[in-house]
């Protein structure tokens, strides 16, 4: 069974950092996809950047390139966001997802498998 725990979330000011991170288990998930999305209030989970596992194809959301970064550790079966300069606009739960694959997906319906989420407030 696929668990994905993420953690790391909390309230910051805007330009502040943060590192989201993903732990996985229940797999071995080097052919494995593995992204973050987002869902603000009263919007739709959106795309935020995703990798493939063991390769080094990556892929970001034009509101978020420069400013995030997206890595995985295999030896600790984690996956990390690492968010810089944030704004009040990134304010949303962030959720970790996985699908089986090599292909990156940039849509929600691709993905197998889901975190409960972080919350991530950034004032002004």
């Known amino acids: 069974q696929v668990q994905l725990v993420e953690s790391g979330g909390g309230l910051v000011q805007a330009g502040d950092s943060l590192r989201l991170s993903c732990a996985a288990s229940?797999?071995?998930?080097?052919?494995?996809?593995m992204g973050w999305f987002r869902e603000a209030p009263g919007k739709e989970r959106e795309f935020v950047a995703a990798?493939?596992?063991?390769?080094?194809?990556?892929s970001y959301a034009d509101s978020v390139k420069g400013r995030l970064a997206i890595s995985a550790d295999n030896a600790k079966n984690a996956v990390y966001l690492q968010m810089n300069t944030l704004k009040p606009e990134d304010t949303a739960i962030y959720y970790c997802?996985?699908?089986?694959?090599?292909?990156?997906?940039?849509?929600?319906?691709?993905?197998?498998?889901w975190g409960q989420g972080t919350q991530v407030t950034v004032s002004s």
């Open positions: 997802a996985a699908r089986r694959g090599s292909t990156l997906y940039l849509e929600t319906a691709a993905y197998d498998y």
């Open positions: 229940g797999r071995t998930f080097s052919s494995y996809t």
């Open positions: 990798k493939t596992w063991d390769g080094g194809t990556t």
